[in-house]
């Protein structure tokens, strides 16, 4: 084994040990967000509600869906889930700026002039996806599949099932819209390039329906699509990106002067 190669298994270790302690202090952060978040959980549910939920039964105009809860502890515990996502959801920049934190110097070894624009740029995407999921996405999921009831179908939503539907999607859609700064990282260091992946969109088109396929909370087409779509989409993106940092990778190169 080259002494090269030593070096990189040792900073890959030390990573990994500063990724161990980041994540552990996240986790107090996550915590302690928790127990401040709690008391603020029905003002948060509400919203949440008020966002996709106010549609008119058709059994019974005027009167809104309702959520319900099926057993005894199912309201506190669902608060409980609610409060969770809430604090991870707040915690997400403090878990990035770990795992920069941890990772950067294997950057800095290959010649990353700026790895803090990673940090902004990851945190940037979460929550531009997540936001494109609470505003556009989620709300028209709901109402179209809300669409479907009749005067002999009413809806009976349980509390838990619907903050678990709506939190899957919005974590889902954050961690997503990662996907061009992941195939720009990947190609930085020179795991990927564009030929490869444009010789294999096939294969993008069938990974990003396994994804939405188990992202998704519920099993029908409509939603999974509502995924799968801009999931594919960002692959494209990322295709872009992975060619303007080839293009300027040789130029780079080209201005090198020869000996």
Same mark, same amino acid.
Request: proline residues 5%; hydrophobic residues 55%; contains cysteine.
């Given at each position: ?126 929550? =531009?996806? %997540? &936001?494109?999921?609470?505003? $556009?996405?989620? @709300?028209?999921?709901?109402? +179209? ?5 009749? #005067? ?53 088109? =069938?990974? %990003? &329906?396994?994804?939405?396929? $188990?992202?998704? @909370?519920?099993?029908?087409? +409509? ?5 799968? #779509? ?30």
């Amino acid at each position: 084994m080259s002494i090269e190669g030593i070096i990189d298994r040792g900073k890959i270790l030390d990573s990994l040990e500063r990724l161990r302690k980041g994540l552990l202090l996240s986790l107090c952060i996550f915590v302690l967000l928790g127990v401040v978040i709690f008391p603020f959980s029905k003002q948060l549910l509400r919203q949440l509600y008020e966002t996709n939920l106010k549609v008119d039964l058709v059994a019974q105009p005027h009167a809104k869906v309702s959520l319900v809860a099926f057993t005894i502890p199912e309201a506190f515990f669902s608060l409980l889930k609610l409060t969770l996502f809430v604090s991870l959801f707040i915690s997400m920049p403090f878990i990035f700026y770990q795992i920069w934190k941890a990772f950067a110097p294997l950057f800095r070894l290959k010649k990353l002039r700026s790895p803090f624009v990673i940090f902004l740029t990851a945190i940037a995407l979460f929550y =531009l996806g %997540a &936001a494109f999921c609470y505003f $556009v996405t989620l @709300p028209f999921g709901v109402q +179209f599949l809300l669409g479907y009831q009749s #005067a002999h179908i009413k809806p009976m939503i349980s509390v838990g099932t619907y903050i678990s539907f709506c939190t899957a999607f919005i974590f889902g859609f954050g961690l997503t819209f990662e996907l061009p700064l992941i195939l720009g990282l990947l190609s930085y260091i020179k795991v990927v390039n564009a030929a490869f992946l444009t010789r294999n969109r096939r294969y993008a088109i =069938l990974i %990003a &329906a396994i994804m939405a396929a $188990v992202v998704t @909370p519920t099993p029908d087409v +409509f939603n999974m699509a509502l995924m799968g #779509a801009p999931l594919y989409v960002l692959f494209e993106v990322g295709v872009i990106v992975v060619k303007i940092i080839e293009r300027k990778r040789s130029r780079a190169e080209g201005a090198v002067p020869t000996r």
